[in-house]
């Protein structure tokens, strides 16, 4: 079975400009989520996503937004980016909500804000 | 808001020495909390969790309510035991809440 997939896997922007991630869960995962790595902050929760609705969101300005599509590909958007976004942004997936499920680990993507 | 503290950052021992990584939470009812490891250039992924009661790759874990504590052992370190070791915590909305990780060298 194949893993989660997150594109790209490194990606340099400018402040001020957008950004768009991908993430591809496994096959037949409903649930995809996001978190920011940063050496500074650690790992941190950004949204989870479940059949295309968003059930919950971290403490992140409404600057970092997420979407999912009907096949549970995730995309996560970041607006207006400041250098401190610079991270590299890590999704899971597991099949539903809840504690029993596991949740896999994208390879994550590194952004970096110039 | 829950928390997961790692006290130690790296952690520095001999093969063949027993290791404790330290995980302490926030108490808030009955916890669900989980090992994640990160080899060098793989990807983070789930050890093991306090709900199983299992031993994986030698380490065990034991959540002790009263010291609201989560410590990961492994009485026998091996080299490729070396990694990032992170402690987390479920959290409704399917949110894992991440301690700030230990790094482990084993030294040959």
């Known amino acids: 079975k194949a893993g989660v997939t997150q594109t790209p896997r490194y990606l340099i922007k400018t402040r001020g400009q957008q950004v768009t991630l991908s993430c591809s869960p496994i096959?037949?995962?409903?649930?995809v989520s996001w978190y920011q790595q940063t050496p500074g902050q650690g790992l941190q929760f950004l949204f989870e996503?479940?059949?295309?609705?968003?059930?919950n969101k971290g403490n992140f300005p409404g600057r970092f937004s997420g979407r999912q599509f009907s096949n549970s590909r995730s995309e996560m958007n970041v607006s207006t980016l400041e250098l401190g976004d610079s991270a590299l942004y890590l999704c899971?997936?597991?099949?539903?909500?809840?504690?029993?499920?596991?949740?896999?680990f994208g390879p994550g993507t590194r952004l970096t804000v110039t | 808001a829950q928390r997961v503290t790692q006290p130690e950052k790296l952690l520095s021992v001999f093969k063949g020495a027993p290791v404790e990584l330290k995980c302490n939470y926030s108490?808030?009812?009955?916890?669900?909390l989980f090992w994640y490891v990160q080899y060098s250039r793989q990807r983070l992924q789930l050890l093991l969790r306090?709900?199983s009661r299992e031993s994986i790759k030698g380490f065990t874990a034991d959540l002790n309510k009263g010291e609201t504590s989560f410590h990961l052992k492994k009485p026998f370190a091996q080299e490729e035991d070396s990694a990032m070791y992170y402690c987390?915590?479920?959290?409704?909305?399917?949110?894992?809440?991440f301690g700030g990780g230990t790094r482990l060298m084993v030294k040959p």
């Open positions: 899971a997936s597991s099949i539903s909500g809840g504690s029993s499920y596991e949740q896999y």
């Open positions: 096959s037949g995962h409903r649930s």
């Open positions: 996503y479940f059949s295309e609705t968003q059930r």
């Open positions: 108490y808030s009812g009955s916890p669900e």
């Open positions: 306090h709900i």
């Open positions: 987390a915590r479920y959290n409704a909305g399917n949110m894992l809440t």
